[in-house]
């Protein structure tokens, strides 16, 4: 059997002990499923993506250790190149082989059922690297493909390196206008992440998509709503931590 950890926010354990983890994230294969990390020799390099996580998932992460057979079909490669489709066991050979596998990453193109779980543990919160694995020292970018807008702390970091071609923030009435004409989930996200840019007003606008039946939507909602202060944003971010929870 072949061993993988899977990092994701403290709050979804114990819906993921209850019943796994859901095929939510998107890989480049095209299809949506489940992103780990082969359990190595080296803890710092097995746990390696907690700190960069945590730049997209505020809050407290844990590791959910899991078990899948050896020729299972996954794909493997480096966060920004196209993966190879190998086996589990294949993945974790590949892996292991390297001189340095910082920024490799395995993804499973379907869901983990509960019986493949083997734990759910704590982690050091400051594990591994931000940005890029080589990016202690340097500079980082803030162009909106690095630094994504809702990003954790991005306007602290953008005051500090501040970006030329950086476009100005649309008009609330704009942005909303969008919002609300949006027929997909990825034009609502696009939008969202627009909003998070900096505080746009009340919660209370956003309060229907509490209900979207897409679960991407709801978690960028969530994400998002750490901007807007007020009871209506508190009281909405715990209603989708309950509902997150509940699944």
Known sequence: MAEFVHIT?????RRIERS????????????????????????????????ELRRWHPGVLV????RLPDDEPVAVGRYSELPRE?????????????????????FVPR??????????????????????????????????ACLQPGTYKVDRLRRRFPYDDDPPARPK????????????????IEVLYELGRKRRGGAEELAYLADHPDPDVRDT??????????SVARHLRERLQRAADEV
Request: proline content about 6%.
């Open 173 to 188: 009435s704009e942005l909303m206008a969008r919002l609300h004409a949006a027929e997909s989930a990825d034009e609502i």
């Open 221 to 230: 909602l969530e994400s998002v709503l750490r901007v807007y202060r007020g």
């Open 9 to 13: 926010a403290e709050r979804s354990a």
């Open 111 to 144: 869901a983990i059922t509960v019986s493949e779980i083997r734990r759910v543990r704590g982690v050091p919160q400051g594990i591994g690297w931000r940005y890029q694995p080589s990016a202690r020292g340097r500079r980082p970018c803030t162009c909106p």
């Open 86 to 106: 190998v086996s589990a066991a294949a993945a974790i050979a590949a892996v292991r082989g390297l001189d340095d596998p910082r920024g490799y990453e395995v």
């Open 63 to 66: 590791a959910v250790h899991l």
């Open 20 to 51: 796994g983890i859901a095929a939510r994230s998107r890989g480049r294969i095209g299809i949506r499923g489940v992103y780990c990390m082969p359990v190595l020799p080296s803890f710092t390099l097995t746990y390696q993506w907690v700190r």
